[in-house]
């Protein structure tokens, strides 16, 4: 049962061959059995779970169910839920019942899934490592020597391991692709803008993008169904026609244009990944499609424009976490000014507080032109290389993470290296473009590896018949650490 | 040495939407606390602002009435510090590209025009509020007012007194009002101003270093804080010191300004983009519409009442100080067209009188428009005299008779008369019982003629038309 598409499991629910209660009951057991070892949730609410999964299954008797009906979906601990424990991996909400639904969870309600769990995650979605959890670090279960990869690691750990069919991750710099690519597993972030902001605590609200994280490219698009969706109450939410995202899966690949940035495969990427991209590039050309070299000459600099854009906004985003109307308060203080130190202090951790700093300096009186100004100027020269590039390909193809997983404490002591996690990935949160990876094998310690697939603006059903149809020839994403 | 006083107000006016800038909760004065914060307003994760276009059409009202150009796009900004009542530590509030930029207004102080140049006004969100009483070593926090739109209006350092502080300011309201964007209630906040004080030996152009007095909410404190600080800073200057930039506050019961922070002691507030909100573009179809239905402006009422009714350009500028004021008097004017003056001496003298010791607005007057004229129709064709007027006047304030003139008038039996033969007949009467005094006229005593005047209204009850009375009598004196 664990192993099953979200297809499969919804035409069993459909059939009545499993129930709802079933199959939340199955995967609350396996979490309650694993979960000690992984850390992969922060929350599981046995009450709610099966409270929803018993209104699904009157859902699917009444004759009302959708594709995700009675199936049980892991929440990253960053989006708000009603009644549910939000803690965004920090120690500053570790109190923090929220009072409404984020945009996406309420699709998901009305879509009559069931929220199994709130996932684990690096604090405020801040790190590649899942080790800046205020709730302990997240195990990889591929080898648990190893990270799973952040800031949705606990959501990435949930769907290899099997304890959900699927999670639903966010993505500001690479934290649904690069934890997807760690532990095998297929994620992908939308197009900037098709996934509601709303109830998903920011980060860095003009790169933050919630999406899915599953099994399969056809699993992703089941769930994007679900998750894409244009709401009101976020005024960077896109208004576009509803388009069903598994529509071109089955397409095939003749003719395809993947485009190979240089820059991509140039030094950095470990022996082990690039073996394993060659190998996912020859599957593709077997299939039909050919490969072209392009050039995003402004590639290396993502992560310094990622590294002023990001904590910019994170500087401010944070500020309202100040102890005085939910969160964590210090327990004694001398006055407003030491409340806020001793507050701030106490519920931030390290990665959160040298964030802040960097963005709080960069945004400052007389260096905002030089740090901030100069960063959004690159912006929009790393999204006209992208524009360019496009010209000659449909996808652009890569190693989502230079290495596969490295080891828990290995980075945690060198932020730069911890950084350098992203290099591949946050170009697409800074352009706004679509991104996915998807498992292509395995390298060193046989930890997973992934495969990067960045495609235009609206492009997701593209890419997902492009992963598709690579996980028809493929058996990758159906290999499991359990 | 001879000073002069220079004066740039900023102000800021609350915006007469039903819900607030970037939420839905209501923007209505006096809720108890923190029962109209939703949880936009509380900034609790996760939430987003979405803009109110009321509050957007309103500024583009604004500028559209001051002649300023209206920026698009127009971005908003986050203007950072700590404050218990500032929930999400951040002002959302416009930097570079305000909606409106630029643009003028126009002030009489003293019978002169001056022309007053606006820097700019943009769109924020207010702050709530922080309650420090009733609690015990412990303040409390009101967000009701959190998020509430506001027009933050800059002028350039223009004024030179602060008699030109308060017109300009009274003129801002006034206009505010009179375009609907504002209520203009100084009690309840709706109207703030703050003021940029500084000074100059006069005749040079460099501008002295200025003190900024804040939340002035009366025009009288606007008035008294600009005088105290003006004084304060030519002192300093004149016993050889110099002006530190900073911030005041006014004191009222002490009537002086002392500092709350120093230039030094300044926030670095960290404007950036806000990137919850994109770009704000205003189309040149919106900005017509906006313009097609605005009401006519005060300035351009004024000059129609001074060619169009021949009104002195004070009438003028005292009946369009509020739009309903400058209603009434239309209202009324159009039913006595050729009276326009008699109309407007009576708005400006009994009706704002009666007004002011009610505490009623015009927009309330119990008389209306209609009413009043028919009782100042009765004063122009003779019925009554403008005495009894005043008589007929009060009833119809008090709402006898349903207000009607001619009623009241019969009620109480104010008819003039206005009969030649009958008023000959009592002005006989009198001479004859007054010998000595027609004699003492005749031998040139003028004052007797007023005198006999006096027994003959006394004779009717003072209902005789005073100017027949007049006539008749001269006539039957000089015979």
């Given amino acids: 049962m664990f192993n099953t598409s979200l297809k499969q499991l919804s035409t069993q629910l459909a059939e009545k061959k499993i129930s709802s209660i079933e199959l939340t009951t199955e995967f609350l057991k396996r979490i309650k059995q694993s979960n000690p070892e992984y850390n992969a949730f922060v929350t599981v609410n046995e009450d709610i779970s099966l409270a929803q999964a018993k209104a699904a299954d009157q859902m699917i008797a009444a004759g009302n169910a959708q594709p995700l009906t009675g199936i049980p979906i892991a929440q990253k601990d960053i989006f708000c839920a009603k009644g549910w424990l939000t803690t965004c991996g920090s120690k500053m909400l570790a109190n923090f019942v929220s009072p409404y639904d984020a945009g996406v969870i309420e699709r998901f309600n009305q879509a009559g899934a069931v929220n199994i769990g709130k996932t684990n995650m690096d604090e405020f979605a801040m790190g590649s490592s899942n080790e800046t959890s205020y709730y302990g670090i997240v195990k990889n279960p591929w080898d648990t020597a190893a990270v799973p990869g952040g800031s949705s690691g606990g959501a990435a750990c949930a769907v290899a391991a099997r304890l959900a069919p699927a999670a ?315 | 040495m001879q000073w002069e006083i220079v004066i740039g107000l900023e102000v800021h006016t609350q915006l007469s939407t039903q819900s607030k800038i970037f939420s839905g909760a209501a923007t209505a004065y006096g809720a108890p606390p923190n029962t109209q914060a939703c949880v936009i307003d509380l900034a609790l994760p996760g939430v987003l602002p979405v803009l109110n276009q009321g509050a957007v059409e309103r500024a583009i009202k604004f500028g559209l009435s001051v002649g300023a150009k209206i920026n698009s796009p127009s971005i908003f900004a986050r203007k950072n510090y700590f404050y218990p009542d500032l929930p999400k530590g951040y002002q959302i509030s416009q930097y570079e590209s305000p909606v409106v930029q630029g643009g003028s207004i126009t002030i009489q102080v003293d019978g002169t025009e001056k022309t007053v140049r606006l820097t700019r006004a943009h769109l924020e969100e207010d702050a709530g509020k922080s309650l420090h009483e009733d609690f015990h070593g412990m303040s409390g926090i009101d967000l009701n007012r959190a998020g509430t739109p506001l027009l933050e209006i800059v002028s350039e350092p223009d004024m030179r007194s602060s008699a030109e502080a308060v017109a300009y300011a009274k003129t801002l309201h006034g206009l505010v009002r009179w375009i609907g964007i504002c209520d203009g209630n100084m009690q309840e906040g709706s109207f703030r101003c703050d003021a940029n004080v500084s000074v100059r030996p006069l005749g040079t152009d460099k501008l002295g270093t200025r003190c900024e007095i804040k939340n002035l909410n009366s025009f009288r404190f606007l008035e008294k804080a600009i005088d105290y600080e003006a004084r304060r800073q030519i002192e300093i200057l004149e016993d050889g010191g110099t002006i530190r930039q900073e911030t005041r506050l006014y004191d009222a019961n002490k009537d002086e300004t002392r500092t709350m922070r120093s230039k030094e002691d300044a926030n670095d507030y960290r404007y950036f983009p806000d990137p919850d909100l994109l770009p704000l573009e205003i189309s040149a179809r919106w900005i017509d519409q906006i313009r097609s239905a605005l009401p006519e402006l005060p300035q351009a009422r004024c000059n129609r009442y001074i060619t169009g009714f021949a009104l002195p350009a004070y009438d003028a500028s005292v009946l369009t100080a509020s739009r309903e004021t400058a209603d009434y008097f239309e209202a009324m004017a159009q039913e006595l067209p050729e009276h326009a003056k008699l109309c407007a001496n009576w708005i400006m003298g009994d009706v704002n009188g009666q007004l002011n010791k009610d505490g009623i607005d015009i927009g309330d007057c119990p008389v209306s428009p209609a009413q009043l004229a028919a009782l100042l129709k009765r004063i122009n064709d003779g019925t009554i005299s403008g005495k009894a007027a005043k008589t007929v006047f009060d009833s119809m304030w008090q709402g006898e008779l349903d207000r009607n003139a001619d009623a009241i008038i019969e009620a109480k039996g104010l008819k003039q008369i206005s009969d030649d033969s009958a008023i000959e007949k009592i002005v006989d009467q009198v001479l004859a019982a007054n010998a000595q005094q027609v004699a003492d006229y005749r031998s040139g005593k003028e004052k007797a003629f007023n005198s006999l005047i006096g027994q003959i209204m006394k004779a009717t009850q003072g209902k005789a038309n005073p100017a027949q009375v007049n006539a008749i009598l001269k006539k039957k004196l000089d015979q």
């Avoid at chain 1, 709401?231 to 395809?256: C, H, I, N, V, W």
């Avoid at chain 1, 100040?322 to 409340?339: E, I, N, P, Q």
């Avoid at chain 1, 992934?450 to 992963?467: D, T």
Wanted: charged share 20%; with cysteine.
């Fill in chain 1, 168 to 482: 639903t991750g966010t993505d500001t710099g690479g934290s649904i692709r690069q934890p997807a690519a760690l532990c095998g597993i297929s994620g992908i972030k939308p197009t900037y803008g098709l996934v509601s902001r709303y109830g998903m605590i920011a980060f860095a609200s003009s790169l933050d993008q919630g999406g899915p994280m599953a099994k399969s490219a056809e699993d992703l698009a089941l769930l994007l169904n679900v998750m894409v969706g244009f709401d009101p109450r976020d005024s960077t939410s896109l208004q576009r026609e509803a388009e069903d995202y598994a529509r071109d899966l089955e397409k095939p690949l003749a003719g395809l244009r993947i485009g190979l940035p240089k820059e991509y495969f140039a030094e950095g990427m470990s022996s082990d990944v690039a073996r394993a991209i060659e190998a996912a590039l020859n599957e593709y050309r077997k299939l039909g499609a050919q490969t072209v070299d392009v050039s995003l000459p402004n590639a290396s600099l993502s992560i310094p424009v990622y590294y002023v854009l990001a904590p910019a906004e994170a500087s401010s985003n944070l500020s309202r976490f100040d102890g005085v109307r939910y969160g964590h308060r210090a327990a004694s203080y001398t006055d407003l000014a030491d409340m806020y130190r001793k507050s701030r202090a106490q519920g931030f951790g390290a990665e959160v507080k040298r964030r802040i700093l960097i963005g709080t300096y960069v945004l400052s009186h007389g260096y905002y032109d030089a740090y901030y100004l100069k960063a959004q100027k690159l912006r929009r020269l790393i999204a006209q290389d992208f524009a360019q590039a496009y010209e000659q390909c449909d996808v652009i193809m890569g190693p989502t993470t230079p290495t596969v997983a490295f080891n828990l404490g290995e980075k945690s002591g060198d932020p730069i290296q911890m950084y350098l996690s992203d290099i591949y990935t946050s170009a697409a949160n800074l352009t706004g473009m679509p991104a996915m990876s998807i498992p292509i094998g395995f390298g060193d310690k046989n930890r997973p590896i992934g495969l990067h697939i960045i495609g235009n603006y609206f492009k997701e059903a593209q890419m997902l018949n492009v992963a598709h149809q690579y996980q028809q020839v493929t058996d990758w994403h159906l290999r499991s650490p359990v």
